[in-house]
């Protein structure tokens, strides 16, 4: 993981009012999430877990144990607190790992979690597989220093710690969604949506008054869109968000070379879904004890749109 995504990772940044139902629907997207897929007595691993942010949800689907890693030691010490302060009942590790490094945890779980951070792991799969081809010629061991910011690892640390029809949970930015606002920059600009030229450089933003999606590229806007569509890795971009990250570098995942992946490492996409969808038909009793709304600003909306959750198992079953 980069210097700039540890430096913002896990900063505390004043609260964006503007913002706030749009906070309060991602929230309960991740609820919703876990209570769908958590099985009661169950035991899940949160990787990365932050601060504990989601502790409270898996209190209330009567966890059985849960595994927390992230790897900032402060994060890991408020995840702590948390737990103490929220009088979880089911028993807890906390543990300062990085989740693109191999995990050797020597347990099993029912449910790994994975909110809003496998995009940070998505730019070096093709240097990954590189390096594991060399590797396996040269020394078995290797590769594992080398791994580091790979999405490969993190569906391979999810697929060895799941139990046999366990389920990943992932929220990850919506590629088709951001293609889409970023195609429409070519007939449709607006003061927060713009394509602009600086010094050989081309800057395309997509978002509104407090957040935003910005590639920067030496590329005209047809080839840089064609480029996104022939080559799935390595597309950066910086995303700011009021109150929550601050021009943080993340990555585009396209769907069909998730899905490959995955398949490469035992894991099936059983569910796809962009949050707005999501919320068309929601738990009102959960949507409640969240304190979220589906009467959604313009702007919110565009925020929980950029957004889409992904259920993965280990072998396809009915929920």
């Not at 929230?27 to 932050?50: E, H, R």
Request: overall charge positive.
């Amino acid at each position: 993981m980069s210097c700039t995504i540890k430096e913002n990772y896990g900063t505390q940044h004043p609260k964006c009012q503007a913002l706030e139902n749009a906070n309060r629907a991602n929230n309960y997207i991740k609820a919703f999430l876990i209570k769908t897929y958590m099985l009661c007595n169950g035991v899940v691993l949160d990787m990365p877990c932050g601060k504990g942010g989601d502790l409270k949800k898996f209190r209330a689907h009567m966890t059985a144990f849960y595994m927390g890693i992230d790897l900032l030691p402060a994060s890991i010490d408020e995840a702590r607190k948390r737990y103490v302060s929220t009088k979880c009942m089911f028993g807890a590790i906390f543990d300062v790992r990085d989740f693109t490094l191999p995990l050797d945890l020597q347990s099993k779980y029912d449910l790994v979690s994975c909110q809003f951070a496998m995009h940070y792991a998505w730019d070096q799969e093709e240097r990954a597989r590189q390096v594991k081809k060399q590797a396996s010629i040269a020394h078995p061991y290797a590769k594992l220093s080398k791994l580091k910011d790979c999405s490969e690892q993190v569906l391979r640390n999810a697929c060895a710690n799941l139990k046999a029809g366990g389920y990943f949970i992932v929220t990850i930015p919506d590629y088709d969604e951001i293609m889409a606002r970023l195609v429409r920059l070519g007939t449709l600009q607006d003061q927060w949506n713009t394509a602009v030229q600086d010094e050989g450089l081309y800057r395309f933003r997509v978002g509104g008054e407090h957040h935003f999606i910005e590639f920067e590229t030496n590329l005209s806007f047809t080839a840089f869109i064609s480029s996104l569509k022939a080559q799935p890795f390595g597309h950066k971009y910086l995303y700011y968000q009021a109150g929550a990250v601050e021009r943080v570098p993340e990555y585009l995942i396209p769907p069909q070379a998730l899905a490959k992946l995955a398949a490469e490492e035992g894991l099936c996409i059983s569910s796809s879904r962009n949050f707005l969808h999501m919320l068309g038909s929601v738990d009102h009793q959960l949507l409640k004890q969240i304190g979220a709304t589906t009467e959604l600003s313009p702007e919110c909306k565009s925020v929980v749109g950029l957004f889409r959750a992904i259920v993965m198992t280990t072998r396809k079953r009915k929920h």
